[in-house]
């Protein structure tokens, strides 16, 4: 069963730090891996979307890169704004047939 | 193009109580999800629906039931509400598979008491 891990669970970081969000899954043959931010109180936001045959995928100050083999992937944010402040969610398809495995998320909060 | 609302946004229902949470997309999108999310453990899938007139249990589906009747609507039921499901529900969909974008809706908030 594919089980889907991000550590740590929070992070606070100074405003301008360049940093890392990590996720890690279980069983490397998936489909694809998305990441999701989610503000208190509201649903989730689709960020970026890595097929499996991708190494990264780019959006604007965000970053996501794909090591299958490894079972990890991680979410560079270059020059966080206390704006970036939410919880980051990373998704793996299993196959294109079953539905997406969640993380818990990591919160962030970026200080001003 | 409103993508994925819900309704309502918060309810408070006693023990026992039924109740329906609507979910609807103007996006045209075959697949639908309703997902519960409760602290220290996630995002759990319950139902979904791979198109009008279909629907597969998930994760988590004991208590609850959902129809697609209409390919824009999936409804999401509890008929005998406990105090387990306080809760906050949301629903997604995606265009054509589980592995495409999915949008997500604002969430209901649930207080069984």
């Known amino acids: 069963k594919q089980e889907v891990t991000q550590i740590p669970a929070a992070l606070s970081v100074p405003e301008g730090e360049n940093l890392v969000l990590n996720c890690s899954f279980t069983?490397?043959?998936?489909?694809?891996l998305q990441w999701f931010r989610q503000d208190p109180g509201k649903g989730l936001t689709s960020l970026l979307l890595?097929?499996?045959?991708?190494r990264e995928q780019t959006s604007g100050r965000l970053n996501a890169s794909l090591d299958k083999s490894s079972g990890r992937s991680t979410l560079y944010i270059a020059a966080s704004q206390p704006g970036d402040s939410a919880t980051y969610l990373c998704a793996v398809s299993p196959s294109g047939n079953t539905p997406l495995v969640f993380g818990k998320g990591t919160r962030l909060s970026v200080i001003a | 193009n409103a993508g994925v609302t819900q309704t309502p946004k918060f309810r408070v229902l006693k023990t026992g109580q039924s109740m329906t949470l609507l979910c609807a997309q103007d996006m045209n999108h075959e697949y639908m999800y309703w997902y519960r999310q409760d602290p220290g453990m996630g995002l759990r899938l319950i139902h979904y629906s791979v198109g009008e007139g279909t629907t597969a249990k998930g994760e988590v589906p004991d208590g609850y039931n959902v129809s697609r009747l209409k390919k824009q609507n999936f409804l999401l039921g509890l008929e005998s509400a406990a105090p387990s499901q306080t809760s906050v529900y949301f629903c997604a969909s995606s265009q054509q598979g589980h592995s495409y974008e999915q949008y997500f809706g604002p969430g209901t908030r649930l207080t069984v008491t």
């Open positions: 890595i097929q499996s045959s991708q």
């Open positions: 069983d490397s043959a998936i489909y694809n």
